[in-house]
């Protein structure tokens, strides 16, 4: 049994029993009256009514939310079935601070808290990272009882992990009680699907589960995805001391990506000087600049356009060129050579819990994971329109080629055409062992208890990884390239497959990640209100990287860094009602986790031989200021935290460091890199759950942020924050409910939801875009469901006035939302 100080069932009744032996009464109406409340009002997931009000993600002891000093949020299944969030990504809706991530390319779960990276958890164990956007998985709820987000590190609980914070996913587990659940589904863009979940006691002591599904959608602008999952679990309680939970999970699945959405086009309004406007062909001029060849003759430097082409150019610039992306209309930059992210995982877990007494368990855990990529896609879609494009030889060049406007042989200006297109196909493979041991002793001595948590993790990550590049004459010179899309808007696409434009393999490598930790927490109840947590871990990463061939010349870098890290809190409960907390954390992780190591030189000081540094880790810091209040006897939970939240020991090149020889300001005597960059998140958060008889249901949270990314090795302190890209500033959500009990025979169950998103950056100084956005939007959706005996109908509508909108941030543009669809559910429990 967990140490707890909540209430539950258990001590209820013992509490009642105790009460009636001590008054000399077995059993009074009263007494009895009371227990049942006090049980109804206690679920077997802790909850009250439909409110978790328990979670052990932020300690690893089974604490009541009005005690954890710590920003925890928790979602439970019955919101995420209202919603119908078949992925991760439907789920992020309900927590404040979570989002999309900026520049993803639109591959798997990319995700955000507070504006940085995430750790995803399964019962607490390695469930994929986002690894340098070259393939990660969509994570499924289809096995989901719950979603608890922990916002900020958590190393020692959870070994190396992103600054965000962790995303665990509760997983469905058997059940001694026999139960059966039957789901169709059908939609818009022939979606379809068919699940079942199967439990049952085999013995006494044994009970298994099963879940299958089948899903199949066309997608909204063919973005496909398919899956098949395979869940099963056995759990057998050994003893009353020993119990054993083995697991296993097998999903495949294909999703089709689009990496390119809808592109901003390149016009940099600072080299036309002046403000967005109607352009005639005298605003954007040829390049006057020229160099002297060795003939002595001179040369343009920049492409040169015909008076005629000048006005062919001028005019099909739109005001929000270069600011916003432009509408395709719906269809996207989508070639047939890209393929979908063909992903295969197998996952097995054995758990041991050990309860060593009342309040003290030894828990080990073990993970075995693979999982398997293979895709192609596009990248780019670079309308060149006009730049004044900074140049280290020459100062500058408008039109510098191939950065410029396309003018084909036959002396054709194409203006909305797309150069330097790239394709790549990347096929990897990664292989994790997980190991944690978690030795909870309770204790307590006169009116203070506490627990002792002593944990130590394992853990090995081998990732082999190849990846092709093919790319346009103008990004490759070699034969058979890629045709240019002359027409962004009306693209004709190449024929064949990837494989027939003569790819050259540019990634080619086996990446090791093996870390260990050891760590100590202590939790202190010093009195009913006060509740003190202090953990600290010891955790050491090394890196090794073995070059399997390129076509160039890599590297082989290892890596190899250590250090401490902390979490500190104190949560005081001011009234039943009401409690502050604060909460101070640092952790560290991999600064690529399993991403490519890169040659980095510096020069040994006074001599010109290169010298290899060694990257420090990633390392993470937060500070949480917060606080947490119920009302209508726990039927509300809400919560209020400040914070600041930062990722710390990142990489980022010196402005001063130039190797080109030749050009003006040659200087290679400066160190290439420095790693005192950090990407910083400031604001504060809010969430609100309510479950008011039964009748009213309502998730709410809202988030304003600020995420910059700090270069000090800027001359000027202004240029030295930048916004994140892909980033919003403020985002809210909404789900609200109403029962109306006994309608026609059954419970209808209408709902409504808001998601409001503000406007994120997708600029980029490098290409010529300092400050393009993707608009804000705000999207309303639909739910009625129909429950009869042990059936339920529901309809979802998403996207309820078919708004277009920007569903996430991506490198140079943004990915279009769904328009206006619905999906239709059929749920059969016997």
């Not at 105790?18 to 009256?33: R, S």
């Not at 599904?213 to 003893?239: M, P, T, W």
């Not at 890290?565 to 560290?588: D, E, H, M, W």
Request: charged residues 25%; hydrophobic residues 35%.
């Amino acid at each position: 049994m967990q140490f707890s100080r909540s209430l539950n069932s258990k001590s209820v009744l013992a509490t009642a029993v105790k009460v009636a032996l001590l008054g000399g009464v077995v059993a009074t109406a009263q007494a009895a009256e009371k227990a049942q409340d006090d049980i109804e009002r206690i679920s077997v997931y802790n909850k009250h009514n439909a409110l978790i009000l328990e979670s052990g993600t932020a300690t690893k002891s089974n604490m009541a939310l009005m005690q954890t000093p710590a920003a925890v949020v928790i979602v439970d299944k019955d919101l995420l079935d209202s919603q119908t969030a078949n992925t991760l990504q439907d789920a992020i809706r309900n927590v404040s601070g979570f989002t999309q991530g900026g520049n993803n390319y639109g591959i798997g779960d990319n995700l955000a808290i507070r504006g940085l990276g995430v750790n995803y958890t399964y019962d607490g164990m390695y469930g994929g990272a986002s690894l340098g956007n070259n393939y990660n998985p969509t994570r499924s709820m289809t096995n989901i009882e719950s979603m608890e987000v922990l916002k900020g590190p958590a190393t020692g609980l959870y070994g190396i992990g992103a600054a965000g914070g962790v995303v665990n996913l509760i997983e469905k587990k058997p059940q001694f009680e026999e139960a059966y659940e039957i789901s169709a589904k059908v939609g818009s863009w022939n979606t379809y699907g068919l699940m079942l979940d199967a439990t049952n006691a085999i013995t006494d002591d044994l009970a298994y589960r099963v879940v299958l599904n089948h899903e199949r959608s066309d997608g909204y602008r063919d973005l496909q995805q398919d899956r098949d999952e395979v869940y099963a679990s056995l759990k057998f309680e050994a003893s009353k001391d020993h119990a054993l939970l083995f697991s296993a999970a097998y999903i495949d699945d294909a999703v089709q990506v689009d990496s390119v959405g809808d592109p901003v086009r390149i016009v940099n309004w600072a080299s036309i000087d002046g403000e967005p406007r109607k352009l005639t062909g005298a605003d954007v001029p040829n390049d006057p600049k020229f160099i002297i060849n060795n003939d002595d003759k001179k040369e343009y430097l920049g492409v040169q356009l015909t008076e005629a082409q000048r006005e062919q150019l001028a005019a099909s610039i739109s005001t929000t060129d270069g600011l916003k992306p432009i509408d395709l209309g719906g269809t996207g930059l989508i070639s047939p050579l890209s393929t979908p992210n063909e992903g295969q995982e197998l996952r097995f877990k054995l758990r041991h819990d050990w309860h060593l007494g009342e309040e003290s368990t030894l828990t080990q855990q073990i993970l075995w994971r693979q999982y398997d990529s293979d895709l192609t896609r596009q990248t780019g879609a670079y309308n060149y329109v006009y730049w004044d494009r900074p140049n280290r030889t020459h100062g500058s060049i408008i039109n510098e080629d191939p950065r410029a406007p396309l003018v084909t042989e036959d002396g054709v200006l194409h203006p909305y055409a797309a150069r330097r297109q790239e394709y790549r196909r990347a096929v990897s493979d990664e292989q994790t062992w997980q190991y944690f041991a978690d030795l909870q002793l309770g204790w307590s001595y006169g009116d203070i208890s506490g627990e002792h948590l002593v944990s130590v993790n394992y853990e090995d990550r081998k990732m082999s990884f190849k990846q092709w590049h093919a790319y346009d004459k103008h990004g490759d010179t070699r034969s058979n390239n890629l045709p240019y899309i002359l027409d962004i808007r009306n693209p004709v696409w190449p024929t064949g497959s990837f494989m027939d434009y003569n790819p050259f393999v540019k990634s080619n490598y086996e990446k090791s990640l093996t870390a260990y930790g050891i760590s100590a927490q202590e939790v202190l109840y010093l009195t009913d209100a006060l509740t003190v947590r202090a953990g600290a871990a010891y955790t050491e990463i090394k890196q090794t990287y073995e070059d399997f061939g390129t076509d160039e010349e890599v590297k082989e870098l290892d890596s190899k860094d250590s250090g401490t890290t902390y979490n500190v809190g104190l949560n005081y409960q001011i009234t039943p009602q009401f409690a502050a907390f604060i909460n101070a954390s640092k952790g560290r992780t991999a600064y690529g986790v399993l991403s490519k190591l890169e040659d980095e030189k510096e020069l040994i000081d006074g001599t010109n031989i290169p010298k290899k540094t060694n990257q420090p880790d990633s390392e993470s810091e937060s500070f949480d200021l917060g606080f947490r209040f119920t009302a209508f006897e726990e039927d509300l939970l809400g919560s209020v935290v400040f914070f600041e939240t930062k990722r710390t020991n990142l990489r980022y090149g010196n402005t001063e460091f130039n190797s080109e020889v030749g050009s003006t300001d040659y200087n290679v005597d400066v160190p290439r890199y420095f790693y005192d960059n950090n990407e910083t998140t400031k604001g504060v958060e809010v969430d609100l759950n309510l479950v008011l008889n039964d009748a009213w249901k309502l998730n709410l949270n809202g988030t304003y942020q600020d995420a910059i990314s700090v270069m000090n090795s800027q001359k000027d302190p202004a240029d030295r924050e930048v916004d994140k890209k892909g980033l919003p500033e403020k985002m809210a959500g909404a789900w609200i409910t109403h029962m109306l009990p006994q309608f026609m025979g059954g419970d209808l169950e209408l709902s409504l939801g808001m998601s409001y998103v503000s406007e994120r950056t997708v600029s980029s100084s490098g290409f010529g875009l300092p400050t393009a956005v993707v608009d804000g939007y705000t999207r309303w959706d639909m739910a009625a469901a129909y429950y009869f005996d042990n059936y339920h109908f529901q309809l979802n509508i998403e996207n309820l006035a078919d708004e277009t909108y920007y569903s996430k941030a991506m490198f140079l543009g943004g990915l279009p939302g769904n328009e206006r669809n619905a999906k239709l559910t059929f749920n059969y429990q016997f």
